[in-house]
Nanobody, 126 residues
Framework: QVQVGESGGGLVQPGGSLRLSCEVSGFTLDDDGAIGWFRQGPGQEREVVGCISFADIMTYYADSAKGRFTIFKDNTKNTVYLQMTSLKDEDPAVYYC??????????????????WGQGTQVTVSS
């Protein structure tokens, strides 16, 4: 049974860093597929943050994440990470990871991801 679950959210000051984890089960991180990270801020629609594909270990980032966020995986721990740095006022949200097998051209599309975690809250405040 495929499952994904996020952890690591919390309160961080502006400019600070936080690492989110997405632990997976029911598949391995060297199978076909990808993990996407998404977020939904208060009163906002859910938006993509980035994606890592397993086979070629390519990573893709939304403009809001480029240069500040890094997605990487540890196959031995069945975990994908979202390392966030230089956190800003616009970053607070519930962050989700999701498993799917999108073609490279469709990594941004929520519909390409079948299994979703419950989300973890990130708050940025001084």
């Amino acid at each position: 049974q495929v499952q994904v679950g996020e952890s690591g959210g919390g309160l961080v000051q502006p400019g600070g860093s936080l690492r989110l984890s997405c632990e997976v089960s029911g598949f391995t991180l060297d199978d076909d597929g990808a993990i996407g990270w998404f977020r939904q801020g208060p009163g906002q629609e859910r938006e993509v943050v980035g994606c890592i594909s397993f086979a070629d270990i390519m990573t893709y980032y939304a403009d809001s994440a480029k240069g500040r966020f890094t997605i990487f995986k540890d196959n031995t721990k069945n975990t994908v990470y979202l390392q966030m740095t230089s956190l800003k006022d616009e970053d607070p949200a519930v962050y989700y990871c999701a498993f799917g097998d999108p073609p490279p051209s469709a990594w941004r599309h929520e519909a390409e991801y079948t299994f979703w975690g419950q989300g973890t809250q990130v708050t940025v405040s001084s």
